[in-house]
């Protein structure tokens, strides 16, 4: 009787969603992921064509840094679908991914270490905001492209910590 506490944590219990959805919704919602899957995948290769056939230095560093994101946004819509797949079958598919259970012991260390490494991320973007202001000038603000960029990612590890650490606590 897996079936109720299954799509209980897929939706979770504080957004008041009802146990048990229509099924017909979880399936459109999956099929567009999957469709957005199939489009991520293609745009990954075309940038990887262009990137490997350019001779320019920049152009290929900067393209290549765009495709390992595109890979990793096709990995995210991947192991969406495969939740809601894993949901619908009441199977567990190998990349499905669902709600935080049963942590028991590590609970409490868990949290220690995602506030840690929020407070590490915090540090990280104000050592690059310093050092934005000291590139400022070289190769056309490229670094300064560059360390925006690692901001951005430093703010949204920081946002997958939040996420993870309150997820942990109401776990
Ligand atoms: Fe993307
Ligand atoms: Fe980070």
Redesign the pocket.
């Known amino acids: 009787m897996e079936r109720i506490p299954e799509f209980y944590t897929m939706y979770g219990p504080e957004l008041g969603v009802p146990e048990s959805p229509e099924i017909s919704e979880v399936e459109r919602l999956m099929n567009e992921f999957e469709a957005h899957e199939g489009q991520?995948g293609k745009?990954?290769q075309r940038y990887k064509e262009i990137a490997e056939k350019s001779k320019n230095p920049i152009f290929k560093f900067l393209l290549q840094l765009i495709v390992s994101?595109?890979e990793k946004?096709h990995a995210v819509t991947h192991a969406i679908v495969s939740t809601l797949k894993g949901g619908l079958t009441w199977t567990k598919p190998e990349d499905a991914i669902g709600g935080i259970s049963s942590l028991g012991e590590e609970k409490a260390e868990l949290v220690k270490l995602t506030e840690e490494f929020i407070e590490l991320e915090k540090e990280g973007i104000k050592e690059y905001k310093k050092l934005i202001k000291e590139s400022k000038g070289y190769y056309q603000g490229l670094f300064v492209l560059l360390l925006q960029s690692m901001i951005h990612d430093s703010e949204k590890h920081a946002e997958i910590l939040e996420f993870l650490r309150n997820r942990l606590k109401a776990a």
């Open positions: 991520e745009i990954t994101d595109e946004h």
